[in-house]
């Protein structure tokens, strides 16, 4: 005979009704034919994270999170699925598609290229759980869930909330984080319900320069003797970390029943500041002026982050017998830039703080849904769901000011170390976004899709899905899956899936361009160095050899078992394999090179650069398995249940993209092995996650020990690929309810205070800007120490 606690740990924790991967209402986590993972309030809650994404990548094993990037792109931290990108896995919230960023992630490493919805502008108070499907779903939802689809489920409470607050800091000290959030349920008229989430939180820069004051020099000599301000200069100009954060959310889920119809509507609103420093400019170079900055300076970016999604809708009954539910979701994100650096080519009048422009995303989707029962004699009527969708896409991009992105010809003058040389233009670190990079772009889409699951018997099922897809921008396309599941004996489940997918290229990859300065790996070593993104369409990158961007497409398998071989045991295995053409990468890094040069200048642009594009430019294949396993059980008057869950993946290229004739003919190649690196060695081949929980009376603690398999980061010479060992990741925290109402926490994410492996000094850059790994999915800033404090009402 079960427990109360293996009762509820069997039928509540691993039976809970699913809506995602199916339109059915009836699916639980075990009847899915699909893999879910399904994290509820309480684990939200419970864990010290503060970000939507990080709660994701601690509790799903094939998820992970990029924590590097330059430029913009620090703000904007992506979670991936199998070891695909942030972008080709789908988010939605209450089932519908939520808008990408307007930023696309461009100076990072292994997710360059993606403008994915951006996880943490949605508050984590507001959710009631996260359904993870992983597994292709494009026939079902449409573009970018190749590897997966994400949902969250906001609250709907009609009474009660909470109040929480967390403080805490870094094992250095810095990183100091607070946060607040209060949630509420409001009833009105007979079935109406209003949840409302308020969250703030702030974070300070951590600061993990001082292990990079490796520059040898950083003045020029004086008359062939040493500047006298050598011997006194400070060394320590690098300070990666992560940013500085303000982050203000609002969530509100409401709806109410008239008559036989649902109305409902939902939505979040964000304010998000974030800084960060660049790298570090040296006093005698030609992105300095000594009489502004006499002993060089280290750009400072600001991002300024404006987000909301809004949706409502309403739902029937008996539309020639069938359910139905239209709605209409408008989702916009807008950042602006702003950097305290120089512009040199201005000389000695150059400001000091530059508006780099703006960019927007704007996102409108409507949604007709339809669903029925039939019965057609099998072992479970027939469950019929088709629907029609219309969604318009703009993306724009705003110019910045004048002064920071003209190149102003200013010479370094007679007697200085450079004397007549060309000082570079534009503001230092990001470039503003000039005149002929500016401009809106849009596109409409319209699909429709039918899915049919049936029980042929009262052990065996099957789901068929169908989605067609129209694009103004570059045609048709057409998607299909089949899923099965076969119970042969109680308690155990085969299932399986064979689907195709599609990603359409983004507005920003087809469109975003800009100038930077960031570190470039030549086989000499690491050097800060201008480069140029081109969209394709650009004359000078069709000078190089680039194309209209395609949709990429996919191909997926997956098969695996469900088992619930004990009382409060549940164990799931899936296999799966996901092809995809016509990728679409960054290339390499091209130039600096005469044939780069000579194309840049042909269109007006700095031929002192080297560029880069987006291109569909592999075929790939990823292979992997999930393993899931959760046990409960009774310890006296206490509970215990233990989770344990790995991913192992493999990702390899099947075709490599020929270089263009243009880039042969410069001895250039479109994919380096620095970006063959990135996709195959650059994140953790496997990742491993235990959790203990155990309760008793008052007292709930938790231990999570995460385990991250070795990821190689290539450069361009192969002696100087750097390593991150395999690394164990522990967090524990232990609660105790002071009240029945009140509950105290302490914990630590990183507890013993782990960093990635350090890196050769060639890779450091020159000037350093970096020491740690910066590949190391858990960062580089070390351990995290918090206390929370939660009111119930």
């Known amino acids: 005979m079960l427990s109360a606690f293996d009762a509820y740990a069997q039928d509540s924790a691993v039976d809970e009704v699913i809506v995602t991967g199916t339109r059915s209402t009836a699916r639980t986590v075990t009847t899915s034919l699909a893999p879910i993972d399904v994290l509820s309030a309480e684990e939200l809650q419970k864990s010290g994270k503060q970000s939507t994404r990080d709660l994701i990548a601690t509790f799903v094993p094939s998820a992970n999170v990029s924590n590097s990037g330059a430029g ?90 909470a109040l929480t607050a967390l403080a805490g800091l870094t094992g250095k000290g810095d990183g100091e984080t607070a946060q607040a959030s209060a949630n509420a349920g409001f009833g009105f008229g007979d079935t109406g319900y209003l949840n409302l989430t308020l969250d703030a939180r702030t974070t300070n820069h951590t600061d993990r320069g001082y292990k990079t004051p490796n520059q040898t020099q950083l003045y020029f000599p004086v008359n062939g003797q040493p500047d006298p301000r050598e011997a006194s200069a400070n060394r320590e100009t690098s300070h990666p970390g992560q940013p500085q954060v303000q982050l203000y959310s609002l969530g509100f889920n409401t709806g109410a029943d008239v008559g036989d119809l649902s109305f409902y509507a939902f939505g979040t609103v964000s304010s998000r500041n974030s800084a960060a420093y660049l790298t570090f400019r040296n006093p005698n170079s030609l992105n300095n002026n000594v009489s502004v900055y006499p002993d060089g300076y280290t750009p400072r970016l600001f991002l300024k982050d404006r987000d909301y999604q809004v949706a409502a809708g309403v739902r029937g009954r008996d539309l020639l017998s069938f359910n139905w539910d239209l709605s209409t979701t408008y989702g916009s994100n807008e950042v602006g830039y702003y950097e305290n650096s120089l512009n040199a080519s201005l000389g000695p009048q150059s400001p000091t703080y530059f508006y780099l422009g703006t960019l927007t995303f704007d996102e409108w989707t409507t949604n007709f849904d339809l669903n029925r029962e039939f019965e057609v004699g099998l072992a479970k009527p027939l ?158 990158a069709i000078a190089l050899g680039a194309k209209p961007l395609e949709p990429e497409s996919s191909t997926s398998y997956s098969l695996g078992f469900v088992s619930r071989p004990l009382p409060g045991l549940s164990l799931t295995l899936d296999v799966y394999q996901i092809e995809i053409k016509d990728r679409i990468m960054q290339s390499a890094t091209l130039g600096p090179n005469t044939v780069v040069s000579n194309a840049l200048a042909s269109q007006g642009l700095n031929p002192q650069q080297a560029v880069f594009y987006y291109a569909n430019a592999a075929d790939t294949t990823t292979q992997g398995v999930d393993f899931v396993g959760d046990y409960a059980m009774t310890v006296g008057d206490g509970r215990l249940r233990f989770t344990f869950t790995a991913n192992y993946t493999k990702n390899e290229f099947d075709r490599i993209t020929a270089p263009p004739p243009e880039l042969a003919a410069a001895g250039l190649v479109l994919v380096d092995r620095i970006k063959i690196g990135d996709f195959t060695v650059g994140t953790p081949r496997d990742k491993e996650i235990l959790s203990v929980n155990w309760v008793q009376d008052r007292l709930d603690v938790t231990a999570r020990f995460t385990r991250f398999g070795e990821i190689t980061q290539r450069v361009a010479n192969p002696l100087n690929d750097e390593t991150v060992s395999p690394t164990l990741i522990v967090d524990l925290d232990a609660s105790v309810d002071l009240t029945e109402r009140l509950r105290l926490t302490v914990g630590a994410n990183n507890l013993f205070d782990v960093y990635p492996d350090t890196i050769r000094p060639a890779n450091r850059g020159n000037p350093p800007f970096s020491f740690w790994n910066q590949y190391a999915p858990w960062g580089i800033s070390g351990g995290f120490y918090y206390t929370r404090l939660a009111w119930t009402f």
Do not use: C
Not at 83 to 92: I, N, P
């Open 383 to 540: 469950f019929l769901a088709m629907g029609l969708e219309y969604r318009d896409d703009t993306f724009a991009i705003e110019a910045g000011e004048l002064a920071s992105y003209v190149n102003g010809g200013y010479r370094a003058p007679v007697g200085a170390p450079l004397a007549g040389q060309v000082t570079q233009g534009g503001s230092q670190g990001v470039t503003g976004f000039p005149p002929f990079a500016a401009g809106e772009f849009s596109r409409d889409n319209k699909s429709a899709y039918i899915n049919v699951e049936q029980a042929i018997t009262d052990n065996f099922e099957v789901s068929l899905a169908g989605r067609y897809e129209s694009y103004s921008d570059f045609g048709e396309t057409t998607t299909g899956k089949v899923s099965a599941r076969w119970e042969p004996i109680r308690n155990f489940a085969v299932r399986g899936t064979v689907s195709s997918g599609f990603r359409a290229p983004s507005l920003q990859q087809q469109h975003y361009g800009s100038s930077s300065t960031i570190g470039v790996s030549f086989p000499t070593g690491t050097v800060l160095y201008p480069v140029q993104l081109l969209p394709p369409d650009n004359p000078a």
């Open 72 to 161: 913009a792109s620090f703000a904007f931290k992506t979670v991936s699925l199998r070891g695909l990108s942030g972008d080709q896995t789908l988010l939605l919230v209450n089932g519908k598609r939520r808008h990408n960023t307007a930023v696309l992630f461009v100076n990072g490493t292994t997710q360059n290229g993606q403008s994915p919805p951006d996880l943490d502008l949605i508050p984590s108070a507001a959710i009631e759980r996260i359904e993870v499907l992983r597994d292709g779903a494009s026939a079902q939802y449409g573009s970018d869930a190749l590897a997966g689809v994400i949902n969250i489920i906001l609250k709907e409470g009609a009474e009660g909330g």
